[in-house]
């Protein structure tokens, strides 16, 4: 009896159905200023949804210096190919530093997020720019300068999650308020996220899955 209980069970669980995530965008997500590849923000994900799904598979196409063009270029159609139950996309500072102009910008993210749309069946998780007047490793003048030009590509990447329907992470607000009250979130780097910092974004992240 217990042997045809656990024949059903293994049936059951081979049965379950093949659950895909798929990270794209830059630096971030490939975990440029962690420790570890496994302590990057979309490892950290993976290892919960793991905990849930019997079949889960993870992708993970970020690239450090990736600007939104190279994510349309470089990541989308590979992301479409390998039919998504779940897509999380970090991108814009590259942008920023790059001095994309906003049209181009805003151009290409619709791209992205509309394909995804349209030829997947994906959730999409998008985290905006994060507030990066706080890395140490900027001069006082490029702080300055960036707050007010970070919020202007965000507004971009807000109203495409909004009007897709997207979840959105509001990481820029969040590095704002615990780049203030907490130490060791940035790396040694002075850019990047430390491992701290990515379990933070992982958390915010897992609230919504």
């Given at each position: ?26 630096s971030t997500v ?10 990057s923000y979309p ?167």
């Amino acid at each position: 009896m217990i042997f045809k209980w656990l024949i059903k069970l293994r049936q059951l669980v081979w049965r379950s159905k093949k659950f895909v995530y798929v990270a794209i965008g830059d630096s971030t997500v490939e975990g440029i200023g962690a420790s570890d590849s496994s302590k990057s923000y979309p490892a950290l994900v993976f290892e919960k949804i793991k905990k849930e799904k019997k079949r889960a598979y993870f992708y993970n196409l970020g690239r450090g210096g990736a600007r939104i063009k190279d994510v349309v270029e470089l990541q989308l159609s590979k992301t479409v190919e390998l039919k998504p139950d779940l897509v999380t996309i970090s991108v814009g500072a590259n942008d920023l530093r790059h001095r994309t102009k906003l049209k181009h910008f805003e151009n290409d993210f619709f791209e992205l997020i509309n394909t995804l749309k349209e030829k997947t069946k994906a959730k999409i998780i998008i985290s905006n720019i994060p507030d990066v007047s706080v890395a140490p490793s900027l001069s006082m003048l490029v702080r300055f300068l960036s707050r007010f030009v970070t919020g202007r590509f965000n507004r971009i990447i807000n109203g495409h999650s909004k009007h897709f329907k997207c979840i959105l992470i509001d990481i820029y607000t969040g590095s704002k308020i615990y780049g203030r009250k907490y130490t060791g979130l940035i790396s040694t780097d002075g850019l990047h996220p430390s491992d701290k910092g990515y379990a933070l974004w992982a958390n915010a992240i897992i609230d919504h899955l």
